[in-house]
């Protein structure tokens, strides 16, 4: 009974209020024990209640449906779409292959950007180096015009510097040809000569400069000292012309203050060759020189063979006859003072005979006259090139008339020679340099 009222009473209940009221329906009809058949009846015969539940399902299901579309198809709304290209195959013959211009463009592009980097960074370096290059050429020029003295030495130094490394290259391949020559030394000429005696001195000589002046820190102290002193430190490739006369007129007067000292050697040992066949000839020749003048060339020739063996043999010399022959040849004082002799006679003998296969003293620079002269023990300051040539020709007489045994002759041409010149009787008879 109290169900049918619970029903009627729900059948009251207009149709609009059923939304509001459909929990508390199926409330009651769940919580009755008996079947629901009533409940399920009643709830079909009402089709307007259901409707909204299926319309909500229905536009779940197309948005769903769209949704599920749009995934398939990979549409993107960044990207425009693309129409369909429409295909007009009329012709049977193939299509042509898609063409790469593209890309070979591309690349073209890229070989010209980097075409353009290439050529802008050498424009830069060739900028850069050639403003520093520039730089470097007029940095001479205001140093030269802020300190004129400075540069002066400067030049000097790196001229000598040029000229020095010149003739060693020089040396070292006149020595190539001397070692690989069958004929020696003998298959050099007059400069080769000259150079190839000089330049171990020289070298010996200017070493202990460079290597100082190359040192980090102590170039800067010794290079103002090095040209301080440049007699003792450099050669003449380092000298001015005017260090260069004056230096050489300083080591000629120091070699010509041995010239007596020889001489007095000379007549010391006279007695000793009295049984010699040419002691008499010799003393002739002794007592000119202490009266004035000098032996010709032919009288020499005669009296050679008094040097090969005795006193005045390079074997037989004393000590201080030794000595003085090295001081008045200006050769480096060493221990082996003979063997210094020895070799230096032989350069010159070698010298004298390239000079008669050049065509003779006649032929000779004035300045090949001078340092020829001042090679050979006569002071060249103030002599004219006839008086030099005519003393050369002398010496060349006699020194290409003795042999090897004579060696000790060739060594006294000066004294025999040039004793008594006027040149060289000014400054035996000054005041030598200490």
Not at 191 to 199: A, G, K, N
Request: aromatic share 10%.
């Amino acid at each position: 009974m109290a169900l049918a009222l619970r029903v009627a009473r729900c059948a009251a209940i207009p149709a609009n209020c059923w939304p509001r009221d459909r929990r508390r329906l199926l409330h009651l009809c769940s919580s009755d024990k008996r079947p629901t058949a009533f409940c399920s009846r009643n709830y079909a015969t009402k089709p307007e209640a259901a409707a909204p539940p299926q319309i909500k399902r229905n536009v779940a299901a197309e948005i769903t449906s769209v949704g599920k579309v749009i995934y398939e198809t990979g549409w993107d709304a960044n990207k425009p779409i693309e129409k369909p290209k429409v295909r007009t195959s009329t012709s049977s013959s193939p299509q042509p292959a898609p063409s790469k211009k593209p890309e070979d463009e591309k690349r073209k592009e890229l070989d010209t950007l980097k075409s353009k980097r290439d050529q802008m960074r050498d424009n830069m370096q060739d900028y850069i180096f050639t403003r520093y290059f520039n730089y470097v050429k007029n940095y001479d020029k205001v140093l030269e015009k802020n300190f004129p003295k400075a540069m002066q030495l400067y030049r000097v130094f790196f001229d000598g510097v040029k000229d020095f490394f010149g003739d060693m290259k020089r040396f070292l391949k006149i020595a190539r040809i001397a070692n690989d020559s069958p004929q020696g030394i003998r298959a050099l000429n007059r400069q080769e000569l000259e150079l190839y005696m000089q330049m171990p001195r020289d070298m010996m000589k200017v070493a202990p400069a460079l290597i100082g002046c190359s040192l980090p820190m102590v170039g800067y102290a010794f290079f103002p000292l090095v040209f301080y002193y440049p007699r003792s430190f450099l050669t003449a490739h380092f000298w001015t012309p005017q260090q260069r006369s004056e230096f050489q007129s300083y080591y000629m007067k120091r070699r010509l203050c041995n010239n007596k000292d020889v001489f007095r050697c000379l007549q010391a040992k006279l007695k000793a060759t009295a049984s010699h066949p040419m002691h008499s000839a010799f003393a002739e020749i002794l007592g000119q020189l202490g009266s004035g003048t000098h032996p010709t060339p032919e009288m020499l020739i005669d009296v050679k063979d008094i040097f090969a063996d005795g006193p005045y043999s390079l074997l037989g010399m004393s000590r201080k006859h030794v000595r003085n022959l090295v001081n008045l040849h200006g050769l480096p004082s060493s221990i082996f003072k003979r063997h210094r002799l020895h070799e230096h006679a032989f350069l010159v003998h070698y010298m004298d005979q390239a000079i008669t296969r050049e065509g003779g003293v006649h032929n000779l620079t004035p300045d090949a006259l001078r340092y020829s002269c001042y090679l050979r023990g006569l002071n060249p300051d103030s002599l004219s090139s006839e008086a030099m040539i005519e003393w050369l020709r002398k010496w060349v007489k006699v020194s290409t008339s003795i042999q090897g045994e004579h060696i000790t002759l060739f060594l006294h041409l000066p004294i025999l020679l040039g004793y008594n010149h006027p040149n060289n009787w000014k400054t035996i008879y000054g005041k030598c340099p200490t």
